[in-house]
T-cell receptor, first 112, second 114 residues
Framework: DGGITQSPKYLFRKEGQNVTLSCEQN?????MYWYRQDPGQGLRLIYY???????QKGDIAEGYSVSREKKESFPLTVTSAQKNPTAFYLC???????????FGPGTRLTVL | KQEVTQIPAALSVPEGENLVLNCSFT??????LQWFRQDPGKGLTSLLL?????REQTSGRLNASLDKSSGRSTLYIAASQPGDSATYLC?????????????FGKGTSLLVTP
């Protein structure tokens, strides 16, 4: 099955904890993206990566970190520096050109 | 900064009606415009992509138009069905020195009633 998987589906974090969201793809796409979605809002770009071992900050990168050690994987860490992390997080991929982006099913993060 | 606006924010129509969703953007230097569908609690599904050189794209009952010079796009849904109920998101693709990125509108929430 080709596609994008995100895990876990639901994640609960205590204040002061770092948590890592997983995004894996087997579409052989070069580019991967992380977005955040708040209720009634559009998606906002956190980080993106055009190739392995390279990534760029998006509009709201503060309090987040990423790595891109493998083409298939682009994990997102939500650090304790992110003051309002409760949101729906979406991972996307494409070929790296101005092409259609394909989205994973999302992870809902809640801070307790 | 590119601003993307979608009107209306919410829409309720009876089954069988034709409807139009609107999207406007402030910077016409776009590479393409993409329409997505999002069901509650789910990821996004791509519906249509219109290149900046194109005027429209069609897929089944969906037709999207693009007027880049005026910064407008419309998504036309023919013969609406209850299964069309979802949030529809418009996004414009821009290029920066870091690569291509999408700027999203806040979406139109559509309810089609039987």
């Amino acid at each position: 099955d080709g596609g994008i998987t995100q895990s876990p589906k639901y994640l609960f974090r205590k204040e002061g904890q770092n948590v890592t969201l997983s995004c894996e793809q087997n579409l052989n796409h070069d580019a991967m993206y992380w977005y955040r979605q708040d209720p009634g809002q559009g998606l906002r770009l956190i980080y993106y990566s055009q190739i392995v071992n390279d990534f760029q900050k998006g509009d709201i990168a503060e309090g987040y970190s990423v790595s891109r050690e493998k083409k298939e994987s682009f994990p997102l860490t939500v650090t304790s520096a992110q003051k309002n992390p409760t949101a729906f997080y979406l991972c996307a991929t494409n070929t790296g050109a101005a092409d259609t982006q394909y989205f994973g099913p999302g992870t809902r993060l809640t801070v307790l | 900064k590119q601003e993307v606006t979608q009107i209306p924010a919410a829409l309720s129509v009876p089954e069988g009606e034709n409807l139009v969703l609107n999207c406007s953007f402030t910077d016409s230097a776009i590479y393409n415009l993409q329409w997505f569908r999002q069901d509650p609690g789910k990821g996004l599904t791509s519906l249509l992509l219109i290149q900046s050189s194109q005027r429209e794209q069609t897929s089944g009952r969906l037709n999207a138009s693009l007027d880049k010079s005026s910064g407008r796009s419309t998504l036309y849904i023919a013969a609406s069905q209850p299964g069309d109920s979802a949030t529809y998101l418009c996004a414009v693709c821009l290029y920066s020195n870091s690569g291509y990125a999408l700027n999203f509108g806040k979406g139109t929430s559509l309810l089609v009633t039987p």
